[in-house]
């Protein structure tokens, strides 16, 4: 394929760096990953200055390319490969809507702070060369992109206080443009073929012993369905004793083998939804999320769903009753974007008097404060922070690509 003593052009290069690649045992779990979308080399800087990827297909500048080493080229691989593996530019896209600088900082720290650790023994792939602008600093070892953006965003660009460089500029490009661009039916093909790669990537590295990237194993491990988890709360919490039907068997008695009624109730109070407008709920999950709260809705019957949007107070305060339910995604305004205090809303719902059947907290979790003092059955939805922990309250944590 390749000729002794001839030297390679770019294309045969980046051919080779795949190649190496994928035959490494310590990455041959995204054999699959490699494999999705295309591959091409742009000649002209202005198009494409360094490297990018949408999500699928991969863009390399050969001005900026071509005097890279070969360790330097499969790091410039494996970062864009790294980018496709987590969904960079789908699941993150509120927070490039919010400040694209960050948005690419926080990606590449992520990545190249990972390479750049698994790394450090072989020199297989090395961040060196032009690739020093980069982001790196080894605080962030362990870090998922928001818990890094959120760091940026409120301790300042590159001071995290590790080694490297730090600066935030980032060496690639990031194609979020051109992946907003994919059609509904080209993004959910994608997540299906990157599902499947990581499976088959899973199964090929632990045949061969070598234990396949770490990440692999977070990444294929089930997730709570977070609708059912809400439905049930709601359900559950909800649920009265103005009269019993035989039509759903009451749960607490299955388990003793008796077979009795559960209570239903006709009188359902108010829902409190409240909603951290602070910057990390983006407008796509928000809809779908009060979509989901809208249709629960509809089985329980709750006298009213009262949306508040809150930051350090409560912002915005909506009530929708009756047939105004299946209108809240397009009649909400949300309001807000300071800080994250969370006590402000069990405060507000005490000064107002506000007597809520149940209270939802769709949030980060990354709070300026504590969990506040309630006084009603509570959950939290807890976006993209598998380290909050509420000391009150029940909680579901989920992703954003899951909404």
Same mark, same amino acid.
């Given at each position: 394929?390749?000729?002794?003593?001839?030297?390679?052009?770019?294309?045969?290069?980046?051919?080779?760096?795949?190649?190496?690649?994928?035959?490494?045992?310590?990455?041959?779990?995204?054999?699959?990953?490699?494999?999705?979308?295309?591959?091409?080399?742009?000649?002209?800087?202005?198009?494409?200055?360094?490297?990018?990827?949408?999500?699928?297909?991969?863009?390399?500048?050969?001005?900026?390319?071509?005097?890279?080493?070969?360790?330097?080229?499969?790091?410039?691989?494996?970062?864009?490969?790294?980018?496709?593996?987590?969904?960079?530019?789908?699941?993150?896209?509120?927070?490039?809507?919010?400040?694209?600088?960050?948005?690419?900082?926080?990606?590449?720290?992520?990545?190249?702070?990972?390479?750049?650790?698994?790394?450090?023994?072989?020199?297989?792939?090395?961040?060196?060369?032009?690739?020093?602008?980069?982001?790196?600093?080894?605080?962030?070892?362990?870090?998922?992109?928001?818990?890094?953006?959120?760091?940026?965003?409120?301790?300042?660009?590159?001071?995290?206080?590790?080694?490297?460089?730090?600066?935030?500029?980032?060496?690639?490009?990031?194609?979020?443009?051109?992946?907003?661009?994919?059609?509904?039916?080209?993004?959910?093909?994608?997540?299906?073929?990157?599902?499947?790669?990581?499976?088959?990537?899973?199964?090929?590295?632990?045949?061969?012993?070598?234990?396949?990237?770490?990440?692999?194993?977070?990444?294929?491990?089930?997730?709570?369905?977070?609708?059912?988890?809400?439905?049930?709360?709601?359900?559950?919490?909800?649920?009265?004793?103005?009269?019993?039907?035989?039509?759903?068997?009451?749960?607490?008695?299955?388990?003793?083998?008796?077979?009795?009624?559960?209570?239903?109730?006709?009188?359902?109070?108010?829902?409190?939804?409240?909603?951290?407008?602070?910057?990390?709920?983006?407008?796509?999950?928000?809809?779908?999320?009060?979509?989901?709260? @809208? +249709?629960?809705? /509809?089985?329980? =019957? $709750?006298?009213?769903?009262?949306? !508040?949007?809150?930051?350090?107070? &409560?912002?915005?305060?909506?009530?929708?009753?009756?047939?105004?339910?299946?209108?809240?995604?397009?009649?909400?305004?949300?309001?807000?974007?300071?800080?994250?205090?969370?006590?402000?809303?069990?405060?507000?719902?005490?000064?107002?008097?506000?007597?809520?059947?149940?209270?939802?907290?769709?949030?980060?979790?990354?709070?300026? @404060? +504590?969990?506040? /003092?309630?006084? =009603? $059955?509570?959950?939290?939805?807890? !976006?993209?922070?598998?380290?909050? &922990?509420?000391?009150?309250?029940?909680?579901?944590?989920?992703?954003?690509?899951?909404?």
């Amino acid at each position: 394929m390749f000729m002794l003593g001839q030297a390679l052009t770019l294309e045969q290069r980046l051919q080779k760096a795949v190649i190496d690649i994928m035959a490494n045992p310590k990455y041959v779990a995204l054999a699959g990953i490699l494999m999705i979308g295309g591959r091409r080399i742009e000649d002209d800087p202005k198009k494409c200055p360094t490297a990018y990827t949408n999500g699928r297909d991969e863009v390399y500048g050969r001005a900026f390319c071509d005097p890279l080493n070969d360790a330097e080229l499969r790091f410039l691989v494996l970062h864009e490969c790294y980018h496709k593996l987590y969904r960079h530019l789908t699941t993150w896209r509120w927070m490039y809507e919010e400040s694209a600088q960050l948005a690419n900082a926080a990606c590449d720290f992520v990545i190249n702070t990972k390479l750049v650790d698994d790394n450090a023994a072989d020199g297989f792939a090395k961040m060196t060369g032009p690739l020093k602008i980069g982001c790196y600093d080894k605080k962030y070892a362990g870090w998922d992109s928001a818990q890094v953006y959120h760091d940026l965003k409120h301790n300042g660009m590159g001071k995290g206080g590790g080694s490297g460089n730090g600066s935030g500029t980032g060496f690639d490009e990031h194609g979020w443009d051109d992946a907003k661009e994919m059609t509904a039916q080209e993004r959910d093909e994608l997540a299906r073929e990157i599902d499947e790669a990581i499976r088959q990537g899973a199964l090929m590295a632990g045949k061969m012993g070598s234990g396949g990237d770490r990440d692999m194993v977070e990444l294929l491990q089930p997730q709570i369905d977070w609708r059912e988890a809400l439905r049930d709360f709601i359900t559950s919490t909800c649920a009265g004793s103005d009269y019993s039907t035989w039509r759903k068997p009451n749960r607490r008695y299955i388990g003793a083998g008796m077979y009795m009624p559960s209570g239903i109730s006709e009188q359902i109070g108010e829902i409190v939804v409240a909603i951290d407008t602070s910057g990390s709920i983006g407008g796509p999950q928000l809809s779908a999320f009060l979509s989901e709260v @809208g +249709s629960i809705a /509809e089985t329980v =019957h $709750p006298e009213a769903i009262r949306l !508040l949007y809150w930051d350090t107070q &409560v912002c915005g305060d909506e009530t929708y009753k009756g047939d105004e339910v299946a209108n809240l995604t397009k009649s909400t305004k949300p309001k807000g974007g300071g800080g994250t205090t969370v006590e402000c809303v069990p405060a507000y719902l005490q000064d107002k008097q506000i007597k809520a059947q149940c209270v939802i907290v769709l949030t980060d979790g990354y709070l300026g @404060g +504590s969990w506040g /003092e309630w006084h =009603h $059955p509570l959950m939290w939805v807890i !976006l993209d922070n598998k380290s909050a &922990v509420p000391s009150v309250g029940k909680a579901v944590h989920i992703k954003q690509r899951e909404l």
